[in-house]
C-alpha cells in the first residue's frame, strides 16, 4: 500500500490552504452580489456656500452606509435641519418689535 495520496484527491488541509492562498491574491470569485445590502448611490453633492446646509447635505452620505430602514431618521434629520436653515432666512435683522400693552388697540 502506498503513502501518497492520489492525484484525484486533495486533502482538506491542502484545499483550504489553496482558497486561502487564491483570497490573498485577490483571485478567488467576487462575493456574491446582495441587493438587500447597503450600497452608496454615488449622488453628487454640490457645496452651497452655506456651511450649515452644505454640513446637512453631506449628513445624507450617511444614508449610504445604511439599510433602507435607517434611510428614514437621516433623511428626516437633513430635512429638519434645512426647513430650520430657511426659517431663519425669514428672521430679520434688527431690534424685537416692541411689545404690545394690554389693553391698547392700534
Not at 467576487?30 to 453631506?58: C, I, K, M, S
Request: charged share 25%.
Amino acid at each position: 500500500m502506498s503513502d501518497t495520496v492520489p492525484e484525484t484527491q486533495i486533502p482538506v488541509a491542502q484545499a483550504e490552504a489553496e482558497t486561502a492562498a487564491e483570497d490573498a491574491t485577490g483571485l478567488a470569485a467576487e462575493p456574491e452580489y446582495d441587493p438587500a445590502a447597503p450600497a452608496p448611490l454615488n449622488v453628487p453633492r454640490v457645496p452651497t456656500g452655506d456651511a450649515e446646509v452644505d454640513a446637512r447635505l453631506e449628513r445624507l452620505g450617511d444614508a449610504d452606509h445604511l439599510a433602507t430602514d435607517g434611510h428614514l431618521e437621516v433623511y428626516e434629520d437633513v430635512h429638519r435641519g434645512l426647513r430650520d436653515a430657511l426659517t431663519a432666512l425669514d428672521a430679520r435683522p434688527g431690534p424685537p418689535a416692541p411689545p404690545s400693552m394690554p389693553g391698547m388697540r392700534s
